[in-house]
């Protein structure tokens, strides 16, 4: 795998609490994503970054941000949880010299 | 933006025999195509991809080919094992972003 690292692995907290997801990479790629894995749904892109300080939104990016001060670390931050973000959520690398994304080991969160 | 389907969503086949998943994709500036493999609690692993400029690319038991005419790509498994058993993801790129398919459940009988 990757050098790709996710914290929490897992984590509950209730509905109106702010929550933020770290994803670590060392590989020195440039492009950074995360994406929520929900049942029936596959894998949908909620930001991705192309470089430190550039983001941009996928197509679920509404009650997500997302910052990036160091190509190594990608943060998810939940401003106001709700319980229809309970999800798994993945980060993926890629180098952007090919398309290929690799996956982090994933984060399990529950909102209650 | 780009839309990817997939079909279908539950594939069971006997062991030994060949599975085939299909996608179809709308945006036809899109040029890779990868195949994911999630095995049950893990994370999606890339197995295979294919770019426009290629028809057909084979890896040992898989395959892939790719209509860019028809905007259809497909995964063909052969001689299925048990530890293909997974739920496969096709998706499609022609940018920064790769757009997934909802999955297809595949079970191998033994």
Known sequence: DAGITQSPRHKVTETGTPVTLRCH???????????RQDPGHGLRLIHYSYGVKDTDKGEVSDGYSV??????DFLLTLESATSSQTSVYFCAISSGESYEQYFGPG?????? | GENVEQHPSTLSVQEGDSAVIKCTYSDSASNYFPWYKQELGKRPQLIIDIRSNVGEKKDQRIAVTLNKTAKHFSLHITET??????VYFCAASGD??????KGTRLHILP
């Open chain 1, 25 to 35: 990479q060392t590989e020195n790629h440039r492009y950074m994503y995360w994406y």
């Open chain 1, 67 to 72: 910052s990036r001060s160091k190509t190594e």
């Open chain 2, 96 to 101: 920064d972003k790769i757009i997934f398919g």
């Open chain 2, 81 to 86: 094992q048990p530890e293909d058993s997974a």
């Open chain 1, 107 to 112: 984060t399990r969160l529950t909102v209650t």
